[in-house]
């Protein structure tokens, strides 16, 4: 300790200070603009055409068909390595990264997710007024 008044001094400067950490996790945590976490997927959005699956680089998408015009996806968040591949290749917009970051599970099949996609409502027929 050559300096004993310094070491002092930057001690007493630091007390006066706001604290540099946040109170995690009862403060939440503000991701910055363009960080990429949990994937997103809209079913009604998708059309199968599978460029998300062909361009993800460490096989974690699947898109399976369920029905005409309808389409459901497994997602390995386990596998993902959160590049935003799928995100940039999809036609139509149906995968989005979201900035949601706490993923961490004691269970790995829990990081396993399947989006399936609701069959479009119809509306009832137009009944006939009897009025």
């Known amino acids: 300790m050559k300096n004993p008044g310094k070491m002092l001094f930057e001690v007493l400067n630091h ?17 910055p603009k363009g960080f990429r976490g949990k994937i997103l997927f809209h079913p009604e959005k998708c059309i199968g055409c599978q460029l998300c699956v062909r361009d993800c680089p460490s096989n974690a998408i699947k898109i399976i068909k369920i029905a005409d015009k309808q389409f459901e996806a497994q997602i390995d968040l386990g596998k993902c390595i959160y590049c935003g591949q799928c995100v940039d290749s999809c036609l139509k917009k149906a995968i989005e990264i979201t900035s949601d970051f ?20 119809t509306p009832p027929p137009n009944q006939p007024n009897n009025a």
Do not use: H
């Open 102 to 121: 706490e993923l961490a599970q004691l269970d790995p099949t829990k990081l396993k997710i399947t989006v399936k996609g609701e069959p479009p409502t």
């Open 15 to 31: 007390l006066f200070k706001k604290p540099a950490t946040v109170n995690y996790p009862f403060d939440g945590s503000k991701m």
